[in-house]
């Protein structure tokens, strides 16, 4: 059975891919994604390629961060990480611009581990709550993260104590957004 965050993640995914049918006709299309293999790739052009959401399969979580950094993550982060691979997709949180991270393949959902263990550990050095980032912003420095803690999602600057919530869960959050395309 799904979780509710596997729920409005999909139902956010599905918006997403709606709203690029409605305006260019096609599934979501990337030109950053292009040349890295995914089981996304539904056709390749020139210099992108059109994708869709897949399943993540196999079965996956997050346990080597945990491992790591010796913590344990709230079940809705692994559900968030592991329910699909798809691009990254961009939205808009109460009028704020963003693109929701994803995975795009075994490989990528490797390096996004790598990534989480790297902002945990900055966090701990700077003896921050651990926090586990969802989204990225315009600014390179600010991120949508999922407080480990309360499981609240926390716009934060990186590297500072700068937070600010914005939603108190990780599902109010997803179900909030508005896909940009």
Known sequence: MESDVQQAL???T???CDAWHDVYATWPQSEELYGVPSPCIIST???KVIWQPQPFE???????VERAMDIVLQADFHRFYT???AGDM???FDGQPLTLLQTWSEDDFRRVQEHLIGHLVTQKRLKLSPTLFIATCDDEMDVISVCN???EVVHEK???RQRTVLSPTLVAFLSSLEPQV
């Open 90 to 92: 961009t939205a808009r």
């Open 149 to 151: 803690l309360t499981g």
């Open 14 to 16: 599905h918006r997403f």
């Open 83 to 85: 329910s699909q691979f």
């Open 58 to 64: 196999p079965a996956a979580d997050l346990s080597a």
């Open 158 to 160: 990186i590297g500072t």
């Open 45 to 47: 052009l020139q210099d």
């Open 10 to 12: 999909k139902a956010f």
